[in-house]
């Protein structure tokens, strides 16, 4: 399983960025593909979820209101649009895959209980600042 993440990079505070995770199509049919970060000197924290099991999306409190994760099967891609970013937003943005089960967990359970994470990509940095 391979995940590739892109999109980061350099942006004023109030920009955007878009972020994308590229899968395969097995990959991508089989696993919940979700968004995690990690600023400098913190925890990995999950922000961005979606489940197929019942369609729901979580986001951290942090950002919500702020980014949208969404998906497009026919690229095996899922996305992170990032809007009117802050400092606070600079980390490590990593992609995640947890693999769908029976029991249909929700978004705001992924994105809280990483340990269900079994793939994670590289990471791509996110620095916003003047």
């Known amino acids: 399983v391979q995940l590739v993440e892109s999109g980061g990079g350099f942006v004023q505070p109030g920009g955007s960025l878009r972020l994308s995770c590229a899968a395969s199509?097995?990959?991508?049919?089989?696993?919940?593909l979700v968004w995690f970060r990690q600023a400098p000197g913190k925890a990995r924290e999950g922000v961005a979820c979606i489940s197929s099991a019942d369609l729901s999306t979580y986001y951290a409190d942090s950002v919500a209101g702020r980014f949208t994760i969404s998906s497009d099967p026919a690229k095996n891609t899922v996305y992170l649009q990032m809007n009117s970013l802050n400092v606070d937003d600079t980390a490590v943005y990593y992609c995640?895959?947890?693999?769908?089960?029976?029991?249909?967990?929700?978004?705001?359970?992924?994105?809280?209980?990483?340990?269900?994470?079994?793939?994670w990509g590289g990471g791509t940095q996110v620095t916003v600042s003047w």
């Open positions: 199509k097995s990959t991508f049919d089989e696993y919940e």
């Open positions: 995640a895959g947890a693999r769908r089960s029976v029991e249909g967990y929700t978004a705001s359970y992924y994105c809280k209980h990483r340990y269900m994470m079994e793939y």
